[in-house]
């Protein structure tokens, strides 16, 4: 699982990021974004990458410059592979996965642990981080009003935390500890790229103080 191999790797690639970058992967990556799933992805597959960094923007903490020259909509992460290039993180999964893992993190087709696997791998971005990233967002939204407006502010994000966006999170953990308590990993005894996926979720879910014990366990394996 991701730790410090991954870690290790990190810090070599950003000393080496542009030495040999046309023979391997190369992944540009946003500080503090969801861009990491892609890297323990490449790292469950024993791939050779580069990671190339891009930091945020210090005051609008969007991206910086450098990556709307690698992708017109600035977003990370992005994938280049020799003519590839890849934006959008369900869909750079497809891609490496179809291209360099058949077997291993995606189930057969003949059984109901691929039917788990396409659930939860598209729950992660369809259905849960909407609601994660929303949460974030006015958090945001409410440590940057002008302080003679903060109490308003507040009080109204508390009330669409509290009558939208918590109760859906609280329901979707519901719906995922309910999963887990039955199944090993998302799509049933096999770790797969659901689990990736829905790792980090998860972490965001324990942030927002939604414990529940599978979901601990699970998000767990992000920590190590």
């Known amino acids: 699982m991701i730790g ?21 992967i190369n992944i540009h990556h946003l500080t503090n974004s969801r861009s990491q799933r892609v890297i323990w992805l490449l790292e469950e597959l024993n791939l050779e990458y580069t990671i190339i960094f891009h930091d945020r923007n210090t005051k609008t903490r969007q991206a910086a410059e450098s990556l709307y020259q690698v992708h017109t909509l600035g977003k990370a992460p992005v994938l280049i592979d020799k003519t590839v290039t890849l934006a959008e993180t369900g869909a750079i999964f497809d891609y490496v996965l179809e291209t360099y893992d058949k077997d291993n993190l995606v189930p057969s087709t003949d059984n109901l642990a691929r039917v788990n696997y396409l ?12 609601y994660l990233a929303m ?30 966006l918590h109760m859906n999170l609280a329901i979707e953990a519901n719906l995922i500890e309910q999963h887990l308590s039955t199944h090993k990993w998302f799509a049933g005894d096999q770790f797969t790229a659901a689990d990736i996926l829905m790792g980090l979720c998860l972490m965001c879910l324990l942030v927002n ?12 394996l992000w920590m190590k």
């Open 4 to 24: 410090d191999k991954l870690l290790h790797k990190i810090i070599n690639s950003s000393i080496h990021q542009f030495l040999n970058a046309s023979t391997m």
């Open 119 to 130: 659930y939860w791998k598209n729950f992660s971005e369809a259905s849960l981080m909407p």
């Open 209 to 220: 103080l939604l414990r529940r014990p599978h979901i601990q366990i699970v998000a767990s």
């Open 135 to 164: 949460t974030k967002l006015f958090a945001r939204i409410a440590q940057g009003t002008p302080f003679i407006l903060r109490p308003i502010a507040t009080t109204v994000i508390k009330k669409i935390n509290a009558e939208y």
